[in-house]
């Protein structure tokens, strides 16, 4: 089942995608409220979803609409956790000279961070380095603490996509990765949620991130150093995580930062993000208003004698 929460006469509606046609779920707004629902109500509503697309027409209170007529919004529309697993990926370890970690690296974004796909990368006036990560991106289905990785999977709702875009000269300037990871308006993320059971190996997915139809990065996901049941066993240790919460996974070697000279994101660009049985995420770039104002780096106040 692949699932699509999108603009619907002003307002968020989730839908079910299939073949390029969406059939409404009538009162579910997003994916997160679609996995807090009782199973039976559930199963209905997709029932009837499904009927509406087998007979490509309106059936009782599911619409059907085209997929490319859509506007796209954000698969959950306010997260209440993103926590995102770095050097998840053994090539790209070693391309940016980092040890591989004994534990998923784990840092968090905010829900101000996030675009749909469709909607622009804002680049931020205070950097031209500005990098982009291919990613996938696991949606929690169900509340989870202490998850064993053989109940791993059941707690994952579905997978999406998603563009860890990193603000490279704030990323790390004072031994932490937060800042260049949190500006507002610069993590794409969606378009559909596929549920695990519509993928015929979720373990094992091609990645792919191309500019231009230039091909930047391009791996699969049975590469990661931490594979999914790993990384959920892990962080359900530190947290419980709940219905809607989303894990990017890491990227694969391919970075702009670390290519020869440096590869930095564009005003005009085009980023297209694939993962294999998912779909493409698409964004264009976006030049900051007022141009760009970089070096605005705080510097540490000199200490009296």
């Keep these: 089942m692949r699932l699509i929460t999108f603009d619907h006469r002003g307002k968020a509606q989730l839908g079910i995608e299939r073949q390029g046609r969406v059939a409404t779920l009538p009162g579910v707004t997003d994916v997160a409220a679609f996995f807090t629902l009782a199973e039976d109500v559930r199963a209905q509503a997709v029932r009837g979803a499904e009927k509406a697309l087998l007979a490509e027409a309106a059936l009782g209170d599911h619409e059907t609409l085209p997929f490319d007529g859509v506007k796209t919004l954000l698969p959950v529309l306010q997260p209440r956790k993103i ?12 391309e940016v000279g980092m040890e591989i970690p004994k534990a998923p690296a784990l840092f968090a974004k905010f829900a101000s961070t996030l675009v749909p796909h469709g909607a622009p990368i804002e680049l931020p006036r205070e950097s031209t380095k500005v990098d982009y990560e291919a990613e ?41 990765w937060m800042a260049g990871k949190v500006f507002d308006r610069t993590t794409p993320i969606g378009p559909v949620v596929a549920t695990p059971d519509d993928l015929s190996n979720p373990n094992d997915l091609e990645i792919r991130l191309q500019i231009g139809g230039e091909v930047l990065q391009r791996s699969r996901t049975s590469q990661f150093i931490f594979d999914v049941a790993q990384m959920v066993e892990y962080i359900t240790r530190i947290c419980t995580l709940e219905p809607g919460d989303l894990i ?58």
């Design 83 to 94: 926590i995102c697993v770095g050097l998840n990926y053994r090539d790209h370890a070693a």
């Design 136 to 176: 996938l991106v696991l949606v929690i289905g169900r509340a989870a603490s202490h998850v064993s990785m053989e109940r791993a999977w059941s707690v994952v709702g579905g997978l999406t996509i998603g563009n860890d875009v990193s603000v490279r000269d704030f990323q790390g300037v004072s031994g932490q």
């Design 248 to 305: 990017f996974t890491g990227t694969t070697a391919g970075v702009g930062f670390t290519r020869k000279p440096p590869r930095y994101l564009q005003d005009g660009e085009r980023i297209a993000v694939y993962v294999e049985g998912i779909g493409t995420l698409e964004n264009p770039v976006a030049a900051p208003r007022g141009g760009f104002a970089p070096d605005l780096l705080p510097k540490a106040r000199a200490t009296g004698s």
